[in-house]
Antibody, heavy 118, light 108 residues
Framework: EVQLLESGGGLVQPGGSLRLSCVAS????????MSWVRQVPGKGPEWVSS???????YYPDSVKGRVTISRDISRNTVYLQMNSLRAEDTAIYYC????????????WGQGTLVTVSS | QSALTQPRSVSGSPGQSVTISCTGT?????????VSWYQQYPGKAPKLMIY???KRPSGVPDRFSGSKSGDTASLTISGLQAEDEADYYC????????FGGGTKVTVL
């Protein structure tokens, strides 16, 4: 059974940093691209970043330069380092597995809430 | 890149069919076949229902079907059931992923 378990969310002040983790199980982690998608309750999801099976990273302009995605194959874990956080980064952050080669997200974690507020 | 446009809500009686549209620009949709649809219940994570415009993942009922014409993709739910009441989001991949704002499906 595919499982994705996020952690690391919480309350952080504007300008602060946070690192999210997502531990994957139930599939061969190394051959799949992985992504982070966030969602403000009541709004549509927003893609945050992706990392291919080969380690290539992808970001939208809205977070480029402030966010870094990485993966540790030995730990079956994908990370999201977020810096210079803003109030508009407040959302539930989901870890998701990409369908090959990249186009959609076939499994999602339960999400971790990030709140940016003073 | 702007979000894809979906109707805020659609409704139907049990057994009826409903169709949710998802409209983008020529950059978003017309040149690519990476359109996916997600079902989301309150407080839960999204679930993939359709990918590559028309494909259903294993376990998704065949009542759910997808299509695309030009700049508009569509999700049709045939034989509507009470458990289909949820929010539905479209998503397009064209180098980056863009989601729609969501459609609430209500079963009357």
């Amino acid at each position: 059974e595919v499982q994705l378990l996020e952690s690391g969310g919480g309350l952080v002040q504007p300008g602060g940093s946070l690192r999210l983790s997502c531990v994957a199980s139930g599939f061969t982690f190394s051959i799949y691209a992985m992504s982070w998608v966030r969602q403000v309750p009541g709004k549509g999801p927003e893609w945050v970043s992706s990392v291919s099976s080969g380690g290539t990273t992808y970001y939208p302009d809205s977070v480029k330069g402030r966010v870094t995605i990485s993966r540790d194959i030995s730990r079956n874990t994908v990370y999201l380092q977020m810096n210079s956080l803003r109030a508009e980064d407040t959302a539930i952050y989901y870890c998701a597995r990409n369908t090959p080669p990249l186009g959609s997200f076939d499994y999602w974690g339960q999400g971790t809430l990030v709140t940016v507020s003073s | 890149q702007s979000a894809l446009t979906q109707p805020r809500s659609v409704s139907g009686s049990p057994g009826q069919s409903v169709t949710i549209s998802c409209t983008g620009t020529s950059t978003d949709l017309s040149g690519y076949n990476s359109v996916s649809w997600y079902q989301q219940y309150p407080g839960k994570a999204p679930k993939l229902m359709i990918y590559d415009v028309i494909k259903r993942p294993s376990g998704v009922p065949d009542r759910f079907s997808g299509s695309k014409s030009g700049d508009t993709a569509s999700l049709t739910i045939s034989g509507l059931q009470a458990e289909d009441e949820a929010d539905y989001y479209c998503c397009s991949y064209a180098g980056i992923w863009v989601f729609g704002g969501g459609t609430k499906v209500t079963v009357l």
